[in-house]
């Protein structure tokens, strides 16, 4: 979901489309490419035991090498002169996941509602428009379809996902408030 929503976002707010695809290239490389890569390669090495990292024990070292690349992100963001919004989306990403870090010392917090709910909050800020809520209106269906899924297959509990949801829905909104963008 991340690769074509933050392509979406960057040709919403960059002057001209290959900005946009400079800007998404940087975020989808070091939010998304990355980050699957060293989770690959640690499923090959045997040093996660599941593609979903499973076990919250196993969840420290990528998410660090996560925080990173996303420090890495926002930086060259901000520092090639990227739209706000753009160092925003990068930001709240670094926000969520360093969250999720520190939770995940006491308790496993759902990953993937975070991640869906960060999504489409960071849309609804990034277009602020009853057409893009009412031609989206499918995305909180798919929310609650994965967050139940992740209740129904014993992954996590339902306050972990609520919790999840909840992180992802509050952090983009106070970056973006940070920033200066609301």
């Known amino acids: 979901m991340a690769v074509p929503a933050i392509l979406a976002a960057c ?5 001209t489309i290959g900005a946009a695809f400079q800007w998404w290239g940087i975020c989808i490389t070091l939010s998304t490419i990355l980050p699957f890569v060293d989770l690959v ?5 045997g040093k996660v035991s599941d593609f979903h990292v499973t076990r919250k024990e196993e969840r420290t070292v990528p998410m660090l090498f996560n925080i990173g690349y996303l420090t ?23 926000f969520m996941i360093a969250l999720a870090f520190v939770v995940t010392f006491w308790w496993k917090i ?11 909050v960071l849309l ?5 428009s009853w057409s893009f809520l009412l031609w989206s209106l499918c995305f909180p269906a798919l929310i609650v379809a994965v967050c139940w899924a992740r209740v129904y297959l014993k992954k996590h509990t339902i306050s972990q996902v609520l919790a999840g949801a909840c992180a992802g829905a509050a952090i983009p909104v106070l970056t973006f408030w940070v920033f200066g963008l609301l």
């Open 124 to 128: 609804l800020l990034v277009f602020r």
């Open 110 to 120: 759902s990953l993937h509602a975070i991640g869906l709910v960060e999504i489409y």
């Open 72 to 94: 890495i992100g926002a930086a060259l963001l901000w520092g090639l002169g990227a739209p706000r919004e753009i160092v925003a989306i990068e930001m709240s990403s670094l």
């Open 41 to 45: 390669i640690r499923l090959k090495l």
């Open 11 to 15: 040709l919403e707010v960059s002057e």
